[in-house]
């Protein structure tokens, strides 16, 4: 069954920095869009980037530039690189992959505060 487990979150100070990962089972990796979503407290769960069969990566208009997703066939996992960042990114992060129906995997944790 799919499989999807993230890690690499946290409490970091704004302007830090952290890399997220998800691990990913269950599936041909190699064949699948991978997608990093969040939910901040209290609304509703959007969009962060994506990162296509071939590589070619999409962003969030406010991300561009901070944040960078990639992925690694051969590891089966998606990352999520980001940068420079604020308060407003404390969030719970989320890998997603549609095969058919979309997949979840428990979440991460990123804080941003002083």
């Known amino acids: 069954q799919v499989q999807l487990v993230e890690s690499g979150g946290g409490l970091v100070q704004p302007g830090g920095s952290l890399r997220l990962s998800c691990a990913a089972s269950?599936?041909?990796?190699?064949?699948?869009?991978m997608r990093w979503y969040r939910q901040a407290p209290g609304k509703e769960r959007e969009l962060v980037a994506t990162v296509s069969v071939g590589g070619t990566t999409n962003y969030a208009d406010s991300l561009k530039g901070r944040f960078t997703i990639s992925r690694d066939n051969a590891k089966n996992t998606v990352y999520l690189q980001m940068n420079s960042l604020k308060p407003e990114d404390t969030a719970v992060y989320y890998c997603?992959?549609?095969?058919?129906?979309?997949?979840w995997g428990q979440g991460t944790q990123v804080t941003v505060s002083s």
């Open positions: 269950g599936f041909t990796f190699s064949n699948y869009a």
């Open positions: 997603n992959v549609r095969k058919g129906v979309g997949y």
